[in-house]
Nanobody, 130 residues
Framework: QVRLAESGGGLVQAGGSLRLSCTAS????????WAWFRQAPGKEREFVAV??????????YYADSVKGRFTISRDSAKNTVYLQMNSLKPEDTAVYYC?????????????????????WGQGTQVTVSS
């Protein structure tokens, strides 16, 4: 059974940093597309970042709201993906979810869509105080 487990959320002051981790079990995800989404109260789940596998090297894409502040990375040996979040703002407060997709995802119409992903974690709360 495939399972994604997030960790690393918490309470941080504005301007601070957090690193989220998502570890997969049940199968190898070395060539999967991994993504982070977030959902604030009363809002829809939104795309944050994605890292896609290719033989020439991984490629990362970010939502405009986090570009330059967040970095997604993966450690295939550990079946883990990370989201380093710096210069956090109160508007970053949300439940953060990791997701994985078995096949390559081309273009934002694919990688930014909730429906594109096969597996989801349970979410981890990130709260940024002002």
């Amino acid at each position: 059974q495939v399972r994604l487990a997030e960790s690393g959320g918490g309470l941080v002051q504005a301007g601070g940093s957090l690193r989220l981790s998502c570890t997969a079990s049940g199968r190898t995800f070395s060539r999967h597309t991994w993504a982070w989404f977030r959902q604030a109260p009363g809002k829809e789940r939104e795309f944050v970042a994605v890292i896609t596998f290719s033989w020439s090297g991984d490629t990362a894409y970010y939502a405009d709201s986090v570009k330059g502040r967040f970095t997604i990375s993966r450690d295939s040996a550990k079946n883990t993906v990370y989201l380093q979040m710096n210069s956090l703002k109160p508007e970053d407060t949300a439940v953060y979810y990791c997701a994985a997709r078995q096949n390559y995802c081309s273009g934002s119409g694919c990688y930014a869509a909730v429906t594109s992903y096969d597996y989801w974690g349970q979410g981890t709360q990130v709260t940024v105080s002002s």
